[in-house]
């Protein structure tokens, strides 16, 4: 067994407050906005090493490869399957089966969003949806804002219910060994709960209210649903691989594999499928493509924020603020479950979520021994796991989703403010958390 680091801070510094600066100053430039959140990680991942707070033996130690290699395999999948134009026949084909009524509309597409980003993941999912939804939305002259926020909800939810739906699971699920099946089992319930709740309040909001007139429905349900689908053979090789990477995800305990391996040997047999009939040069410009479309900017988010918080960890600052949420509810779970919940959901919805989850994790890890042992705090993670995924939707700012609609939304000219959101988001969050809490005290406590 290795000796564990012993930080070198020049001038002696104590290496806690020196990794909490670090974290604190890249926690303000991520929530500013003003670099991108990326370079703001890797700059602080090289300043940690630098200053001698981890070596860089050390900080490579601090990287879950695993998270990596899950969320890049998962995009690859995404970025090829979406090729085929699935996605859009799902929304068409969506709006049509309720007859172009806008408010039906509305209740399909969050019901779709919910469970692509549970089987996919939140962004790809509203990448993929939305610009579809505009479509739908000018077809039958009705205001976006309502579908939009509802696919944004619906995304989060969505992805609270599996390991791989939402970046901040695919975190707790690798550095706490929870697989496919326990996320499902243990969130995927209460998932259901909330977003029933949702989509009930989303009608109460706005769906009772949306008209449309006859010929402006007729336009949406004269569309071809089928023509989206742009290449047939593309779209069986997806299904047939995604269908397998599921499957392997629901047996990944028995199979004695990790969920990267998995997501990145899907993607590999689909990249390989779907370049296998092409010459060389195309061949070789797919893959190209298929390459830029993955969300760099947020793999190497993770890389530097993983050594960022590492360098606390290691300083043992984690250590100290776990006990004293110990202390502060008593010793009992129940107390500190709750608090876990509420106090991510609130963090959740200011901040980013990623960088709060994966600063929480080591937190909620070195609770195991008060607790007796790991076993005992897995609702502990299923409550850092609720209150994370579901707090991110109380702002415009609380989750990569959120943004990403934001922008897609601003980019045609549609209006999509922080307090326009906030008025509907933060009344709504906070239903969807008081649900999680009572089933977490029913389930667990």
């Excluded at 326990?182 to 209210?209: D, E, I, K, S, Y």
């Excluded at 691989?241 to 047999?269: C, D, K, Y």
């Excluded at 606390?312 to 919940?341: C, D, K, N, Y």
Aim: charged share 10%.
């Amino acid at each position: 067994m290795t000796a564990p680091f012993n930080p070198h801070v020049p001038f002696g510094l104590d290496p806690v407050w020196v990794s909490l600066t670090v974290l604190g100053v890249a926690y303000g430039f991520v929530i500013v906005g003003r670099v991108n959140r990326a370079i703001v990680a890797l700059i602080g991942a090289s300043v940690v090493v630098v200053i001698g707070a981890l070596d860089q033996g050390e900080a490579i130690k601090g990287i879950d490869w695993d998270t990596i290699g899950l969320l890049t395999g998962i995009m690859i999948l995404v970025a090829i399957s979406r090729r085929s134009g699935l996605f859009e026949y799902i929304a068409i084909w969506s709006a049509q089966r309720v007859k172009a009524s806008p408010a039906g509309i509305l209740l399909m597409l969050q019901l779709a969003t919910a469970v692509l980003s549970a089987l996919l993941n939140n962004v790809s999912t509203v990448l993929l949806i939305v610009p579809v939804t505009l479509a739908i939305a000018e077809q039958l002259d009705v205001p976006p804002f309502p579908f939009l926020f509802g696919e944004v909800f619906a995304a989060n939810i969505g992805g609270t219910a599996t390991l791989i739906g939402d970046p901040p699971n695919i975190l707790v699920g690798s550095q706490a060994g929870l697989d496919f099946d326990t996320f499902l089992c243990n969130v995927g319930p209460v998932a259901a709960l909330v977003m029933a709740a949702q989509m009930t309040m989303v009608h109460v909001a706005w769906g009772r209210a949306l008209r449309a007139s006859p010929e402006r429905r007729a336009l949406v349900i004269g569309m071809n649903a089928p023509a989206m689908i742009s290449d047939h053979g593309l779209l069986r090789r997806s299904l047939l691989v995604l269908g397998a990477v599921m499957l392997a995800f629901v047996l990944a305990r028995p199979l004695h594999l990790e969920p990267a391996t998995i997501a990145l040997a899907g993607a590999g047999t689909l990249m390989l499928l779907d370049n296998w009939r092409h010459r060389s040069r195309k061949h070789a410009d797919d893959v190209h493509q298929t390459f830029a479309d993955v969300e760099w900017t947020t793999i190497f988010f993770f890389i530097g924020l993983f050594v960022v918080v590492h360098a606390v960890e290691v300083s043992g600052a984690l250590r100290s603020f776990a006990a004293q949420i110990v202390a502060a509810t008593g010793g009992r779970p129940a107390a500190s479950g709750s608090l876990i919940l509420w106090v991510s959901a609130a963090l959740s919805a200011i901040f980013d979520n990623i960088p709060f989850v994966a600063t929480m994790i080591p937190v909620i890890k070195s609770m195991a021994p008060a607790y007796g042992g790991p076993s005992q705090i897995e609702p502990l993670w299923w409550c850092l796991s609720l209150g994370a995924c579901l707090g991110g939707n109380g702002t415009l700012i609380g989750a990569a989703a959120n943004l990403t609609v934001a922008g897609i939304a601003e980019r045609n000219g549609i209006r999509f403010g922080f307090m326009q959101y906030l008025a509907y988001g933060a009344p709504m969050t906070l239903v969807s958390i008081a649900i999680c809490q009572i089933y977490v005290l029913l389930r667990y406590f």
